[in-house]
Structure formats: C-alpha cells, structure tokens
C-alpha cells in the first residue's frame, strides 16, 4: 500500500519507508519501480551507464553489460562516449541521441522584425564525424508552402547545416495564415546515417505542438515521401 506523497509505505502489513514518493501527474499514477518491485519479490539492478533498469522475479538478475573504454567529451553541457555511447556502425544510441536533437530543437526560434518573419537556428556542438540535418516546412492556410533545407538548388531555400543562421521565412506574409510548422532534425553519422528523428508539428490556431522520436525502422517511408516532394515541385517553388 502506497499513499501519494508519503515516503511511508506497507508490505503485508509492514511498515517500510522509501526515499522517494509515489506521485500524480497528469492524471496517470507513478510509483517508484524499485520498491515496488522488490515488494512483490522482484531483484532489482539499476545500471546508470545505459540508464537501464534490470528486474528478475527469480531473484537471480542477469549481469548488464558494462560499457568499458573510450573518452568522455561534453558538447554544450552534453556527455559523450565515443564507445559506449555509438554502436557498432557508429551510430549515435538512441537515448544519447534524443538528447542532441532535443538540444537543437530548442534552439529554434520564430520571430518578427521590422514586418517581416525570420527563422533562427544556433546549431549545438556536436562530435566529430556526425552531421546535422534539419528540414523545416511552413504550411499556411490558402496552400501555398516552403521548405527550408540546407540541400536543394534554389537559394531561397537553404539553410547552413552548422553554426548559427538567420532565415527570412518569405513565405509567411500573414502570421494568421498560417496553418502549422513541421521540423524534422536528425543528427546523422557521415557515413552510416542515425537510429532516428525528431518530428515536431506545431498547429497555430490550437496553439498546441506535437513531437515524436521516429525510429530507424520507421524512416523508410519519410524517406521515399521526401524524395517524392522534391520531384513534384513546381516551378514557383511550391508543392502541390
């Protein structure tokens, strides 16, 4: 028996304390998984290296892996193994990685000077070796679109893949026509790619944003649909 904020719990009538509390958030009950665990019999090993949590109800938890080796570098506050934070193509972890694409996520911003609309980016460091790749599209109301990218051959639609840039975003006249903003961020290994991206879509009138981490295995059909995009366009620039 667990009481929301109490430290205080019981086991068959048994008086424990915990050095945490269960808790409510958003309408859905969090309770801490090691007492928890070990309450119902469980054996409990938390490895704070791949921040994983080993439960056996056996009582007998198989050894996790060690991560053993390798240097440990901070790139804008963020730790980095080059061993045990990659696989075994070089491919950023996903949990190290999500931590990077949300770096870059915030630091994104959309702002108005002088009438005009401007899209910011300060891009975080990263290791060598990877690459950022950072796509933002613009939809508005009446159907008109851009997509800016650091690839493609008109001008008025790159972006830098690197450092800090200043984007006027021409296609927004009207802020209120505006229907939503789709970004895509990934940070790719040079020659072997990334296990994910970060897609966020933030709706205008609702106010509200969505972000989603999309996993390799799910990348394949974003891929062909992006090519298909970048064949259709028109020669005003837009997508129909």
Known sequence: MLQIG?????????????DTVALLKESRTFVPVR?????????????ANIRTVYIDMNGDVAPSPEPTGGTVKYYDGIAFN????????GRIKVDKLKEFLLKLADQLRFVKENGKYYIECT???IPEGYKWSLGITIYNKDGTNDGYSP?????EWLIPAKDSFKKEATVVTDIKNVKL?????????VETG??????????????????KFVPESGLYLQRIIRKHLILIKCSNGRVN
């Open 35 to 47: 007492f928890v665990s070990e309450a119902l019999g469980a054996t409990v090993k938390w490895n």
């Open 123 to 125: 891009y975080p460091e």
């Open 181 to 189: 903003f789709n970004i895509v961020i990934s940070l790719d290994h």
């Open 82 to 89: 080059d061993v045990t934070d990659v696989d075994q193509y």
């Open 151 to 155: 690839v493609g051959r008109n001008p």
């Open 194 to 211: 990334s296990l994910g991206i970060l897609n966020i879509v933030y709706y205008m009138d609702k106010s509200e944003m969505r972000a």
């Open 6 to 18: 109490n430290k205080n719990y019981e086991v068959n009538g048994q008086q424990k304390q915990m």
